[in-house]
């Protein structure tokens, strides 16, 4: 599962969006819904977006989204072992 998140976050990071989406429409986690709700707010689809950081558990973030990459990366490197 680690390698399937991290691979979405490099999917967006390269600019594949829809690519990202695609790796974590069909997890059923809550790492996979904050990378989620993430690219909606990515794409400025705040209702979409809502909804995912509800399921995440997360609020909505008010910081960048190269900082909130960096802090959801940071977060599934430490916190997966595989």
Do not use: C
Not at 3 to 30: I, P, Y
Not at 49 to 68: D, G, H, L, M, V
Request: hydrophobic fraction near 35%; charge should be positive; aromatic fraction near 14%.
């Amino acid at each position: 599962m680690k390698n399937k998140l991290l691979n979405a976050l490099e999917l967006d990071k390269n600019g594949d969006l829809q690519g990202a989406h695609n790796v974590v429409k069909d997890m059923g986690n809550k790492e996979a819904y904050w990378i989620h709700g993430y690219l909606h707010r990515k794409e400025m689809d705040l209702d979409k977006a809502s909804y995912w950081y509800y399921r995440a558990k997360r609020p909505i973030p008010k910081t960048s989204f190269e900082k909130e990459w960096q802090e959801i990366h940071d977060f599934i490197r430490q916190n997966y072992i595989s």
